[in-house]
């Protein structure tokens, strides 16, 4: 269902030690909107520590699109552990996404030498595992059809009659009030 509010998706990284650019996985429909794993390789600028490389690591959501979009999600990435008795490597994100800022994330999830050391458990064959679990909230500015994902549809407005509708709406979600007059013989 490409309407659902959270899911969770994987993307394995082949060849590991020889990425240079950034990677990114299929898409996957959150909402309605296209939501891809992004990973690259990062460099610190911080000369003092010997092994600067750092896996980059983002959540991207809607990125071929320059309308006028937003939509907050929050959401866990994780790096799968290929060893057993390995703990997964987590951190968590809430963001705002929208055209100019469509990915979020962190530049340096883990060292790139601890990524890419066997013993740590994390690589195996050349090849890591991400994973993302996002939740979203419905996004604004993009097409929705309400009835398809909430069962409603609101009421048409007969010119001047806008006010009643709203009322008639707001006293339908009174639940004592629905539950009295569904009770009432007809």
Not at 18 to 40: C, D, G, H, Y
Not at 143 to 153: E, L, M, P
Request: glycine share 6%; charged share 25%; hydrophobic share 35%.
């Amino acid at each position: 269902d490409e309407s659902r509010a959270e899911a969770t998706f994987r993307f394995t990284g082949e060849n590991f030690s020889k990425v240079k650019e950034t990677q990114l996985s299929p898409p996957v429909f959150i909402r309605n909107l296209p939501w891809k794993i992004m990973a690259m390789p990062r460099h610190n600028p911080n000369a003092e520590r010997p092994n600067n490389k750092s896996l980059g690591f983002f959540l991207q959501c809607n990125a071929d699109s320059d309308s006028s979009w937003s939509c907050s999600a929050s959401a866990e990435l994780r790096l799968i552990p290929q060893k057993d008795g390995v703990e997964t490597f987590n951190r968590k994100i809430q963001h705002i996404f929208y055209s100019k800022e469509n990915d979020w994330g962190f530049a340096h999830f883990m060292p790139w030498h601890e990524v890419g050391d066997p013993q740590k458990g994390f690589i195996k064959d050349d090849k890591i595992t991400l994973e993302v679990y996002v939740n979203a909230d419905a996004p604004h500015g993009v097409a929705w059809d309400s009835k398809k994902h909430t069962g409603y549809v609101g009421l048409k407005n007969q010119g001047a009659t806008c006010y009643m509708n709203s009322l008639l709406q707001t006293l339908f979600f009174t639940n004592q009030l629905r539950k009295a007059v569904y009770q009432m013989p007809t």
